[in-house]
Structures are given as C-alpha cells and as structure tokens.
C-alpha cells in the first residue's frame, strides 16, 4: 500500500447492458432520467455518471457534484436493481477519489449509510467491492472521515464479506480498506477496530501480496494505538510471528511495514516487550542485521529503534540484548559508517543499555566493550543534534562508571577513539547539561595527568558477522 490514501481512479470497462445510444449525453438529459423514477432511465442515467467520471485526464468531479447528482446517484444504492446499485457506487467511487471537500460532498449526503447498505447484496461480489473501494476512499480521507464511518458499523457489516471464497482482487480491496480503518492520528476508538485482528491475522499468511502487505500496514497503525492494542495484537494466535516472518522476507514492501508493527511493540510497557521477545524479536533482529543480502536503511533504522527499546526494559530484558554478541557487533559496525538516522538509533540503543538505575553485569558491559561502543559512539560527539550528543555523554558517564565498578581501565580507549578530544571541546557548548556532563566526565576521570595504569588488559576484536544464518520459526 506504500501510505496511499486512496484507490486508483476506475476507469471504463465493457457495458454489457443498455445500448449506448440510449444514455443520456448532457448533464440537462442525466437529470431528466434521474427525475423520471423510472427503473431503466435511473440505471441509465447512473451509468452515464459513471463513463464521465472515469474519462481518462481530469473527470468532471466538481461539475458532477454541482449538477446536483450526488445525492441522485446515493438513492440509487438502495435500488433492487443491481446493475443501477453498482453504476452508483462506481461513480460515487470516482468522486471520491477527488480531494477532501469532493468526498464531503458523498459524505454529507448520506453517502456512508447507503454504500454500506450494498454490503447487503448477497448476489453480485462485484457491487459489494465497488462500496468497499468507495468506503476505502472515505475512510483514507482523514481521522474524521474514518471515524463516521466506523460509526455506521462498518465492521459488523464487512465481517461476512471476509472469507477465503471471494477472489484476490476482491480481498486486495477489502485488506486495503481495513488498513484504512486502522489509519491516522489520533488512533481510532479500540472496541471499534479490535475485532479487525482475527481477519488481518488471516490476510498476513493469505496467497496474494497485496493483502499481506496491507494487513500489515493495517497493523502497523493498529500497533501505535498504544499498550492496549499492542496487547491484544500480541493475544492473537501466530500474529506477531507472521509479521516477523514477513519481516525477514526478500520484500521491502512486506518487510517495511512489518517491521514497523514490531517496533511499535516494543515502545510501549515492559509486558508487551516480553511478549515482543517472546516471539523471537532478537532472533530476528540478528538475522536482519547479519545476512548478505541488503536491506533498505529503513528497515535497518527500525530494527535497531526496535532494539533500543528493549535496552530501556526490564534487567532481563537488557541482559538478553547485551549476551546477544550479533547484534551488538553489527550495531557497532553501523554508528560508525551508517546512514545518520540508523546511527542515532544505534546510540540510543547503547545509551539505554547502560543508563538509568539498572546496571549491566560485568560480562554485558564486557560485551558492549568488545563491539567497539566506545569508539563508535565518540563519532556521534561531533554532530549537531544537541539531544543526541547528551545520550552520547550519558552513555560515556555509564560505562566510566561500570569500569570502576568491575575495575576494568577503558580511560586509555576513551583517550584514543577521540572521545576525551571531544569531551574537553563540549565543555564549550552552549547547552548547560552538556557542558556539566563534560565537565564532570573530564574532571572526574581525566583531571590528572597521569592515568593509572590498572585493572583489567581488554583485547578487541573485528565485529562479528554471523555467515549464512538461518531464521525461521
């Protein structure tokens, strides 16, 4: 779905019914069929709304509304004639792929009620998918437009559609709307869109692409609802371990939104996190960040946002991330030479892992030393994101601290990647927190001349790289 709103323009097919000579050519003749009441001029007059609206170049959308069709064509979805209910909501389809004032006009005319009354056709599939292309539209408009129409029960309505009977197309659609549903800020009103993860659970593994990739959009959005819907995406059996399989597909377009819904996991409480890592979050981290082929820096970027949010969790949770030595080597490897956005994330993993009131033992913090953080952090000193560059600082203030704790000398490492360079520079900087960490980090470990020559003698080797790794579930 790459964030589109809406759905392509229909355009022209075959008519099948009504010679072409008898539809009504001027906009004075449409209204007279649409006046008249009777069965076979409203369809033909619906129809000859609809060949307008889907000319190739610019459809006549405004002129359709100011003729005053709008609310013609909308009676026209409660016909007992299917063909009539279909060219209605095919045109209102078109009009509402216009901008947002032409879609108010469908949906301040009762639009909303009379395309989801379609959704009672039992007889043509084909009438039902063309409302869900309208509703789709609607609900892609905006939190406003998506909220009206999830008050007229679209959910409900929709349910008996979702089955594994109806064709691709008509599933593509039905996935793309539902994502839809789940779009824009603020989130909607979760009793309304819960009962959406059973389906999108079963569009994840359905055979078509496009219903795997929109399911999973559906749920990123879902996802940054907040904890409880996290939780319950987390309480639907195989859901969590679907989008990390899509994930580590060979597909951006399936791995950036998967990638995503996992990520907005992990920002919310400690419980949904486990539940995160539970399902082999840092399994597949590992294999992301690790295999031969390449990933878009998006991905990379959020797979590592997803692993600083668990450097912020529990103990436990920090443990786990600091024994896994992939990881940690590849995120070494990436602050020095990535993307700058994927080495904010990686500072921040190292940042998290290591401040705060938990402290890391002493093999973690051995761990973080053996993937180079300290050199590779001294890089990220130098930029010019003043709340990057006090994570930074934190972060050497930690691991200072760590090293006295487990009696461990890195003050010679710190000197040589640059960092004390950087240190004694920053206690010019304008910001108040950033020149009292420097200070304090150069007073308090570099204030004399000579550097004791104590503790532990670390050995550093290449980051490793893990060749070939397997990841399934």
């Not at 809406?6 to 539809?23: A, F, G, V, Y």
């Not at 408009?141 to 089955?163: A, F, Q, S, T, Y």
């Not at 009962?195 to 559906?218: M, Q, T």
């Not at 998290?352 to 053996?370: E, S």
Request: with cysteine; charged share 25%.
């Amino acid at each position: 779905m790459e964030d589109l709103n809406t759905s392509p323009l229909k355009t022209n097919s075959p008519d099948r019914n009504d010679d072409e000579r008898l539809l009504p050519k001027t906009y004075n003749e449409i209204r007279s069929f649409f006046e008249s009441g009777i069965p076979s001029q409203l369809r033909r007059a619906t129809k000859a709304c609809r060949k307008k609206l889907s000319a190739s170049g610019t459809p006549p959308i405004d002129e359709i509304i100011d003729a005053g069709f709008v609310d013609p064509l909308i009676k026209c979805l409660y016909s007992n004639d299917t063909s009539t209910q279909k060219e209605a909501a095919w045109a209102l389809t078109n009009i509402t792929c216009g901008d947002e004032r032409q879609t108010a006009a469908v949906v301040n005319k009762g639009g909303i009620s009379g395309l989801t009354h379609c959704f009672n056709n039992d007889e043509d599939p084909e009438t039902v998918e063309q409302a869900i292309w309208a509703i789709g539209n609607i609900c892609g408009d905006g939190p406003r437009m998506r909220d009206l129409v999830l008050e007229h029960g679209i959910v409900n309505k929709i349910m008996p559609h979702i089955k594994s009977e109806q064709t691709n197309e008509f599933l593509a659609n039905l996935t793309w709307m539902l994502s839809n549903l789940c779009r824009n800020k603020p989130a909607p009103e979760f009793k309304q869109v819960e009962p959406l993860l059973l389906p999108l659970n079963a569009l994840l593994g359905w055979k078509e692409s496009r219903c795997n990739i929109d399911s999973a959009w559906a749920l990123s959005y879902f996802s940054d609802g907040g904890d409880e819907y996290v939780e319950a995406m987390t309480k639907v059996d195989g859901l969590i371990k679907q989008l990390m399989t899509l994930a580590a597909s060979s597909k951006p377009k399936m791995m950036v939104p998967a990638i995503r819904a996992l990520g907005n996991g992990l920002t919310g409480d400690d419980i949904n996190t486990e539940a995160m890592m539970s399902a082999g979050y840092l399994d597949m981290a590992s294999y992301m960040l690790t295999s031969e082929e390449r990933k878009p820096d998006s991905v990379i970027k959020d797979v590592i946002w997803g692993l600083s949010n668990i450097a912020a969790g529990t103990s436990s949770q920090q443990h786990r991330l600091a024994a896994s030595t992939y990881i940690l080597a590849e995120v070494g490897h990436q602050i020095k030479g990535a993307d700058f956005k994927i080495r904010k994330e990686c500072c921040y993993l190292f940042g998290n892992l290591v401040t705060g009131a938990k402290k890391l033992c002493k093999d973690d913090f051995h761990n973080l030393l053996m993937c180079k953080s300290l050199q590779g952090v001294a890089s990220i000193l130098e930029c010019s994101d003043t709340a990057l560059i006090e994570v930074a600082l934190r972060f050497y203030k930690s691991m200072l601290e760590l090293a006295d704790q487990y009696t461990i000398n890195i003050l010679d490492i710190v000197e040589e990647c640059g960092a004390l360079e950087s240190f004694e520079k920053l206690q010019m900087h304008e910001s108040d927190e950033i020149y009292s960490l420097a200070v304090f980090i150069v007073e308090t470990w570099f204030g004399c001349d000579e550097i004791a020559d104590d503790g532990e003698e670390l050995a550093f080797k290449e980051p490793l790289r893990e060749a070939n790794m397997k990841f399934s579930f």
